[in-house]
Structure formats: structure tokens, C-alpha cells
């Protein structure tokens, strides 16, 4: 493991396919077992139209966060196994359907872009369902180089974002 500090993360989990609400809090609970990382948070979660072409279902999204000594790369290594652990099946097509999907939305101060990952996670200020769970827990964050959570959230319109339980 990269760090000796504690390192605040942000994970958005989200899921259209096979009782995606199930799906969502599977996920939750699997996100309690990431090796050196603590849960600390985690938002209700949320109903909210897929973004793309591609017809489909709605999504249930959430977002948790995270005390970790993993380092984004191993961070992302991790996340893509669960995934994996979870069903997830390689993607058909951009925004497509999907079983279960984790997206590293920020580590700590980090601004990257390397090896499949970006960071903070790219349109995370365009994306009302990922911004109103992350305004739910940790508002003030500062996400590194856009400004904080409920900034950013008071740009969008989040009208189509609705909590479905908590």
C-alpha cells in the first residue's frame, strides 16, 4: 500500500441491471471489505435517467466515502475486481446498461490522468446523479480544481435525481 496516511476517497456506485437497488447495496457491503480502507460514509441512494443514447433502464446510484491507504492506481485495481466479484460484465457499449459499476470520483487532493484513470473522475460537475449523493455526505468537499460539492451541485439542475430510500 502507497500511503502511510489516511487518504479521504469518494466512490459512486451505480446500477441498472437485475434489481439494481440490490445491486447498489451488494455493492455498498463489498465496499466495506476494500483492503486498507475504511467506510465512513454513505449517501441514501437515488433514481435518476441513464445519461446517453442508449435506451435503457434507470439507474440507482449512491455514494460513499472513504478513509484509504491505497493509492488511486490500487484503489482502481480493486474497484474493477469487484466489479468483477459482482458480475459485471465487459461493456457492449459506452453508457450502456450495467449490473454494477464503481467510479473513483476523487482521492484526497489528486489530479491525474494515467493508466485508465482520471482524477477528479471526468464530469463529475456535469452529473446531477452523481453530485446530489456526494452533496448528501460531504458538501464542502473540495473537489480538486472544480470547486466544492454543493458549488458545483447549485449549477445543475438535479430535478430528475430522486431518493428512493436511505
Do not use: C
Request: glycine share 10%; no cysteine.
Amino acid at each position: 500500500m502507497s500511503h502511510d496516511a489516511w487518504i479521504p476517497a469518494y466512490v459512486g456506485l451505480g446500477s441498472n441491471l437485475d434489481g439494481p437497488e440490490h445491486q447498489v447495496l451488494l455493492g455498498l457491503d463489498r465496499l466495506r471489505e476494500l483492503p486498507g480502507s475504511l467506510l465512513v460514509s454513505r449517501s441514501s441512494l437515488y433514481v435518476s435517467a441513464p445519461m446517453g443514447p442508449v435506451a435503457q433502464p434507470d439507474f440507482v446510484n449512491a455514494v460513499v466515502g472513504l478513509l484509504t491507504r491505497l493509492s488511486p492506481l490500487e484503489m482502481l485495481v480493486e474497484l474493477k475486481s469487484l466489479e468483477t466479484g459482482l458480475g459485471r460484465e465487459p461493456a457492449r457499449e459506452r453508457w450502456g446498461p450495467r449490473r454494477i459499476d464503481f467510479d473513483l470520483l476523487v482521492h484526497g487532493t489528486s489530479q491525474l490522468r494515467q493508466d485508465g484513470l482520471e482524477l477528479p473522475h471526468p464530469g463529475i460537475a456535469e452529473r446531477a446523479f452523481v453530485l446530489v449523493p456526494l452533496a448528501e455526505i460531504a458538501p464542502e468537499l473540495e473537489v480538486p480544481g472544480l470547486g466544492r460539492v454543493w458549488t458545483l451541485l447549485e449549477k445543475l439542475d438535479a430535478s430528475d435525481v430522486v431518493r428512493t430510500h436511505g
